[in-house]
């Protein structure tokens, strides 16, 4: 990422195992996003996308909130500018990156921070979380997704209230609509997410990822189309392997069905 002087508002460090953490490092202001902040994010996580060694990434934020949205002293600057620029964009960065995000969601995630909330592939929150859409109360048109993701995880009408009456979700509200993977206590919050990372990286890296793609793009589509995608990927998949490959497979499905079942459930 480069020198600049919201570098440190937004941290970047990876792990030997292979989990990148992006921090939101701006406690004092609730993690509220600058201009300079979104650009830093979006190419840490454009970095992390092409980092061979970074398998799963994490995103949480310092302090009391995970985000609290723009910071709206700046919000001329962060609305007027180059919307458009992927390469700033940070939910179009996230979006286009190959590697399962995990956001640890405490405190608060307020409309922009919603957003890049509804960028995660998994969501672990703390108890007393709460995710709130302000953008109909401050008079700002969403752009990073919230009037079209949220209405296909929770439902229309869930999602036309929160999101016209800015009533905030739980996190244990979040968790039955099925916005919210886990909740867990604060202090678990990180050792979760951090679980779910961990239980990713023990399968085949080359099929999380390709998992991860074909959810998403079939998503964007109707279901007789997403069905469509799948086989077609899965042909591509196949056609790809080798004998070798294909005898790997079998020997462990081999491997596996030979070890007697466990009695525990």
Not at 70 to 95: C, I, N, P, R, Y
């Amino acid at each position: 990422m480069g020198q600049t002087k919201s570098e440190n508002l937004i941290l970047v460090t990876r792990d030997p195992m292979g989990i990148a953490y992006v921090t939101i490092n701006r406690p004092k202001s609730l993690n509220s996003l600058t201009r300079s902040m979104m650009a830093d994010m979006a190419q840490g996580f454009k970095s992390l996308d092409k980092d061979e060694s970074v398998l799963v990434i994490i995103l949480s934020g310092s302090g009391r909130a995970f985000c609290s949205g723009v910071d709206l002293t700046s919000a001329e600057d962060v609305f007027k500018g180059d919307v458009k620029d992927v390469e700033t964009d940070t939910v179009a960065q996230m979006e286009r990156c190959r590697k399962p995000i995990i956001g640890a969601i405490s405190g608060f995630a307020v409309t922009a921070g919603f957003e890049i909330a509804l960028a995660c592939d998994v969501l672990v929150a703390a108890k007393g979380a709460k995710f709130i859409d302000t953008h109909a109360r401050f008079g700002i048109f969403p752009s990073w997704g919230l009037s079209q993701k949220l209405s296909r995880i929770i439902g229309p009408n869930r999602a036309r209230e929160v999101s016209m009456a800015a009533t905030p979700i739980t996190a244990e509200q979040g968790e039955r609509w099925g916005l919210v993977n886990h909740v867990v206590e604060e202090g678990e919050l990180l050792k979760k997410a951090r679980a779910i990372a961990e239980a990713m990286i023990k399968n085949n890296q080359d099929l999380v990822l390709r998992y991860k793609a074909v959810i998403n793009d079939g998503l964007k589509l109707d279901l007789g189309h997403a069905l469509a995608l799948e086989k077609e990927r899965a042909h591509d998949y196949y056609n790809g392997m080798t004998k070798e490959q294909f005898k790997k497979m079998q020997e462990f499905i081999a491997a596996r069905s030979s070890k007697k079942p466990s009695s525990k459930l």
